[in-house]
């Protein structure tokens, strides 16, 4: 995916937050529930819908902390140009995962989400979310674009690779195609 591309969806997710847009986000693990069931029901994508819940539910397990005068929630748009997109403005990666470890960068913490078992929920047992959302991504040979603060985890034909990026996105964004 192209950053040009990428800048588009973070500019539309921005509109609809300062546009209080309920049509894409969804405020509460109920709505996104919901959302997700009809996803499911006009698709048929049972695989595909565990691995957008996992990033969706992610919001509701790790995000009390919302960015300033943006919304609360999960955006969660199924249909943009063949894509899903989901994404929050909550304290991002590094934030959460600084409860249990030191961490460095953006890009050191989208990368330990991505590859090891830890959680910010610590001393749950917990953290396995994301690395099956990368394992599930790499065996369907599916695409991923994945960005907290200004690191990324980007999967593209089974490959995965992390990179900084030299923009922010306050919280986690992620663009699916499968």
């Known amino acids: ?6 800048k588009k969806i973070i500019k539309c ?8 847009d309920f049509d894409y986000f969804c405020v ?20 595909e819908s565990a691995v957008i819940g996992e990033i969706g539910n992610n919001t509701f397990d790790h995000n009390w902390d919302f960015a300033e005068d943006e919304m609360r929630g999960t955006y969660f748009n199924s249909e943009y140009d063949g894509y899903v997109v989901l994404a929050d403005f909550g304290k991002g990666i590094k934030k959460s995962l600084s409860r249990v470890r030191l961490l460095d960068s953006d890009l050191d913490a989208v990368k330990m989400a991505f590859t090891e078992r830890v959680s910010g ?12 959302v990368c394992d599930s991504v790499k065996e369907k040979k599916w695409e991923l674009y994945f960005q907290s603060g200004n690191g990324c985890c980007i999967i593209k034909d089974g490959n995965v690779r992390f990179e900084t990026v030299n923009f922010s996105f306050a919280g986690c964004l992620a ?4």
């Open 1 to 6: 995916m192209e950053i040009g591309f990428i």
């Open 13 to 20: 997710i921005e509109e609809s937050s300062h546009n209080h």
């Open 175 to 178: 663009v699916l195609k499968f």
């Open 121 to 132: 929920r610590a001393p749950e047992q917990r953290g396995n979310g994301l690395k099956f």
């Open 28 to 47: 509460s693990r109920d709505i996104f529930q919901a959302r997700l069931d009809s996803f499911i029901v006009h698709t048929n994508k049972y695989f």
